[in-house]
DNA sequence: CACAAACGTTTGTCGCACTAACGTTGTCGG
DNA sequence: CCGACAACGTTAGTGCGACAAACGTTTGTG
C-alpha cells in the first residue's frame, strides 16, 4: 500500500511519454472527445485558410442538395441552432453566398437561396473538406474509413432515434 | 434551374425526417463531433448522478495507477490544462476524495495523494462508466467495439504525435 | 549572482450547443 | 369571426471545454 507510491513522481524523471492511466486509454467516450478536439482544430483551421467556417458549408450543401428553404428548415437539416442560424446566414450574405429574402407566402419566413457564387464556393470547399479528411484518416486504409465511417454512422444514428 | 426549386419546403409537408444532405452524412469529422456531443452529454449526465464529472474520474484514475504527483504532473496524465486542475482539485479536495499539500523537497509544488475514500469513489465511478459506455456503444458488438475502440486509438495517437 | 524555467493561480477568450424571451405572423377550433 | 396557440426570426445569455496571458514564488543553471 506504501511500496509503489511514488513510482515515478520522484525516481524516473518523465522521459516524454506523458503515460496516461489505462482507465483512460480505453474509455471510448474519453477517445471519442479527444479526437474530435484535434478534428475540430483541424478542420476549423483549414477552413479559416479558405475563409470559411463548417456551418458555412453545411448550409450551402442543404441549400445546394435539397433547394431553398426557410431558417427554420435549413435549422433542421443541418443541425445549426435557429439562434445562430441567423449569425451564419449573415456570414454568407456579407460573402454573397446566398441570397435571404422575404417569404411572400408566408411573411414570417425568410427564404434562402443559394448563388452561383455560393455554388462555386461549395465545390470549392468540397475540395478543402476532402483533403483535410484525408489527413485527418491518414493511419487509416480506405476500407477501414469506411469501416469507421459506418460505425459512427450506426452510433449516431441510434442516438438520434433514441433522443 | 428553375423546376425543382422548393421541392420540399412547400409541397412536402416535410415529414419528420430531417433530411440531412449526404454531404453531411458522409463528413467523418461531422459524424465526430456530432456524435461526441451525444456522447458527452451522456457521460456528465450519468456522472452528474453520481456527484461527479469526468476531470474527476481522469485525476483519480491517474494518481490511482501511478502514484501520488504535483498538479504539473496530473496536468500531463491526465490532458487537464493546468490552469483547470485548480478547480477540479479543489473539487476533489472538498468531497474528501483528495489531499492536497506542499510538496516540502520543492516547495513550488502541491503533492497531491488519493484518499482511501478517493479509492473507492474511483470503483463506484468504474461502475458508472461502465454502464454508461453501454448504453453509448448499444448498437454494436462486442467485437465492433473493439474494433472501434482501436480504429479511434491510432487516429488519436497519430494526430498527438503529429501534435 | 543573474536569469531562465517550472509551478500554482487568476483572469479571460473562443467556439459550440442550447435556453429564454419577444414581437410578428399564420392556423385552427369553437 | 376571434381567441388561443404554434411557428418564425432575432437577441441575449448560459454552461462547458480547450486554451492563452500574465503574475508571484521558487528552483535549478551558466
Known amino acids: 500500500m506504501s511500496a509503489m507510491t511514488r513510482a515515478e513522481a520522484a525516481d524516473v524523471p518523465d522521459d516524454g511519454a506523458p503515460q496516461t492511466p489505462e482507465r483512460l486509454r480505453r474509455l471510448a467516450s474519453r477517445l471519442l472527445s479527444q479526437l474530435t478536439t484535434r478534428s475540430d482544430r483541424l478542420i476549423n483551421e483549414g477552413l479559416a485558410r479558405a475563409d470559411a467556417r463548417k456551418w458555412h458549408y453545411a448550409v450551402l450543401a442543404s441549400l445546394q442538395e435539397y433547394g431553398p428553404g426557410s431558417q427554420a428548415t435549413l435549422s433542421r437539416r443541418t443541425g445549426i441552432y435557429r439562434s445562430d ?19 411572400p407566402d408566408d411573411r414570417r419566413r425568410n427564404t434562402i437561396t443559394i448563388s452561383p457564387r455560393g455554388r462555386r464556393r461549395l465545390r470549392r470547399l468540397d475540395k478543402v473538406l476532402d483533403e483535410l479528411h484525408d489527413e485527418l484518416l491518414a493511419p487509416l486504409s480506405p476500407v477501414e474509413r469506411d469501416q469507421f465511417a459506418r460505425l459512427l454512422t450506426r452510433l449516431l444514428d441510434h442516438h438520434t432515434r433514441t433522443s
Chains 1, 2 share one sequence.
Open 85 to 103: 442560424m441567423v449569425g451564419v446566414l449573415n456570414e454568407l450574405t456579407e460573402r454573397g453566398l446566398v441570397e435571404r429574402a422575404p417569404d
